[in-house]
């Protein structure tokens, strides 16, 4: 129940293209959903975060989208650029929660071709 | 705002060997750290939590004996890997999480550990 599944596990994506990862998750409690961008050799990046009160948060170029009633989310990058080309990781947490713990999707390497 | 440093970024040592890694965040008061271990192509797998001034609270499978954690100031969290084995060689990463901002972790550039 503590499951983030995350997919595709890779993602191959034209500049300018729309890039596409998405992720569910099985624990009802979760309450706090962020995007994490990891390039190599770097620790990961917070990109973009939402709460279940919206179904969609946008930041620049990049959208969560998410379906409380579904148990997924989904991160969509708009204009994809070859310097978004990293590995993309969603997680789960509660908001508030006692231990503050994340539980990570498996990740999604996107590769963004000029 | 809220940086976390991590110190060394790499290190390679021999087996049998300890080795300790820091964490330090560099402008806020970090109430709650988190130790991560992530092998090539993979998930970061969290390995322990720990808060300023009490011991930490490790996952299940993970050795406490052979992973030491001290948490002893609300700016520095260390990772000592006891008796390393080159099976402990990876990429290990810490966040810290501020006062007030829960779940807002914010991750360490990561630390490269390669056990001969």
């Known amino acids: 129940q503590q499951q983030v599944k995350q997919s595709p596990q890779s993602l191959i994506v034209q500049k300018g293209g729309i890039s596409i990862i998405n992720c569910a998750y099985e624990?009802?409690?979760?309450?706090?959903f962020p995007w994490y961008q990891q390039f190599p050799g770097k620790g990961p990046a917070l990109l973009i975060a939402?709460?279940?009160?919206?179904s969609e948060k946008k930041e620049g170029r990049f959208t969560i989208s998410f379906n409380k009633s579904a148990k997924q989310f989904s991160l969509h990058i708009m204009d994809s650029q070859p310097g978004d080309s990293a590995t993309y990781f969603c997680?789960?947490?509660?908001?508030?929660?006692?231990?503050?713990?994340?539980?990570f999707g498996t990740g999604t390497l996107l590769a963004v071709q000029p | 705002g809220a940086v976390v440093s991590q110190h060394p970024s790499w290190v390679i040592c021999k087996s049998g060997t300890s080795v300790k890694i820091e964490c330090r965040s560099l402008?806020?008061?970090?109430?709650?750290m988190f130790w991560y271990r992530q092998f090539p192509k993979q998930s970061l797998m969290l390995m322990a939590t720990?808060?300023?001034?009490?011991?930490?609270?490790?996952e299940q499978g993970v050795e406490k004996d052979k992973f030491l954690i001290n948490h002893a100031s609300l700016t520095l969290s260390t990772l000592t890997v006891t008796s390393a084995h080159p099976e402990d060689s990876s990429f290990y990463i810490c966040?810290?999480?501020?006062?007030?901002?829960?779940?807002?972790?914010?991750f360490g550039p990561g630390t490269r550990l390669t056990v001969l």
């Open positions: 966040s810290a999480t501020a006062s007030g901002k829960y779940n807002e972790q914010f």
């Open positions: 624990n009802t409690a979760f309450d706090y």
């Open positions: 939402i709460r279940p009160d919206v």
């Open positions: 997680a789960a947490g509660l908001f508030g929660g006692a231990t503050n713990k994340l539980i």
């Open positions: 402008d806020f008061q970090a109430t709650t």
């Open positions: 720990s808060n300023e001034g009490s011991k930490a609270t490790y």
